[in-house]
């Protein structure tokens, strides 16, 4: 018998077990609640609660063990004593400044849908000008307009760089803030890495300048021959027919000031000794040696006038000896548009608007912003001061050598500054 009864009391034991096994269960997984005064770790928001609605304050499940607060309570009284009226006219409060934020997201909305078509439609009429340029219907005739695509040098396609990961073709136009979209297009490749972290940069203001423009850390059509041989100009074909290509220009005019005052306006041995101790040679009559380095030619007051460096563009020995420096060569000559259906044409005159409209189009807008460029751009507004001292039929000459730049992208004739 005692065996028996032990069995039987182990049994009750071992029942009794289960079922406080089973009830803790299912109070974890939601079943049933064994504590019915606990507020619930996520509250699902009321459809109609809003700010100062007795719907956004919650309400203790018991008086006596949790204070309501005083606002909460006075909220309820006023809602006992008017018979609700409180709670309506809180109500009609909220569907109003639910409408009316409604109707500023449908103006929005309706604004950015204006501002993409207007942006849309620009971009087709740069696209249509430079299709008319290139066909010839506004008799402006240059060098290379209609030949083919196969036979531009690879040399001079070595301002066409490449991003394969977001099937990008980005031709960059010195003084046309091409370092910044140099940075952008380095973020978007991850060609390069950040000292600090070990890993590609992810923000493009953070990208050193100086860095961006070593040409070993950007794929451009130039470099296709060495990776891919004989196969570089069929791949070369497919990417311009898949990737989406972009450009930004510059009034050419103003272009040139700002190359002239980035390079010879303060001391740059590389472009004293390249071209500029050239211009002080022929054109300024200096007598003896000039000196060794650029600062020692300043500090003296030694450097080229901006007529020297126009004179210099004009001179055909110039090109003669060598072909001209980017910072200075015509945009059709650095970007071949009359060979490359550009998706995208940006200039810098519009340079946020376009920067943004262009970051949408290629679906990175999430990835990266546009860096904030410097305010200290050459304005336009200079150009009749920088040309003051210029001949007129330099002037006039000066154009007809960058004229196919204004017509293909749309610069009027600077007739102020080619007849004053």
Known sequence: MGTWRGLRVAFILGSLFMILLIIVYWDDVGGFNLYPLQEPKHESLHPRATAGSPHSTSRPQNSSSSP??????????????TGGAAEELTEEEGKEKQEQRQQETREDEEKERSRTTADNREQEDRKQRIMGVCSGKDAVEFPGSTRPFEQIPNRELDHLIVDDTHQIIYCYVPKVACTNWKRVMVVLSQSLISPSSGKPYTDPEAVPPD????SSIHL??????????????????????????????????VRLISAFRNKFGKPNEDFYKQFGSVMLRRYANVSGSLPETAAEAFAA????????????????????????????????????????????????????TDAEHLLKLLEVDH????????????????????????????????????????????YPKPDSTLHQ
Not at 68 to 81: I, K, N
């Open 301 to 352: 007051g030694i450097k080229p006038t901006f007529q020297q460096f126009i004179t210099y563009l004009l001179d055909p020995e110039t090109e003669r000896e060598s072909i001209f420096n980017e910072h200075w060569r015509q945009v059709y000559r650095l970007c071949h548009p009359c060979q490359v259906k550009y998706d995208f044409i940006g200039r810098l005159e519009s340079l946020e």
């Open 211 to 214: 860095l961006v423009h070593n």
């Open 367 to 410: 990835l990266l912003h546009f860096p904030s460029g410097a305010r200290n751009r050459t304005a336009a507004s200079w150009e009749r001061d920088w040309f003051a001292q210029i001949p007129i039929a330099m002037r006039r000459e000066l154009y007809k050598l960058y004229e196919p730049d204004f017509e293909l992208f749309g």
């Open 220 to 253: 451009t059509f130039a470099k296709f021959w060495r990776h891919y041989g004989s196969l570089s100009r069929h791949l070369m074909a497919l990417k311009l027919q898949h990737y989406t290509k972009f450009l930004f220009v510059r009034d050419p005019f």
């Open 68 to 81: 309501v607060p005083t606002t909460a309570r006075s909220t309820t009284l006023v809602s006992e004593e």
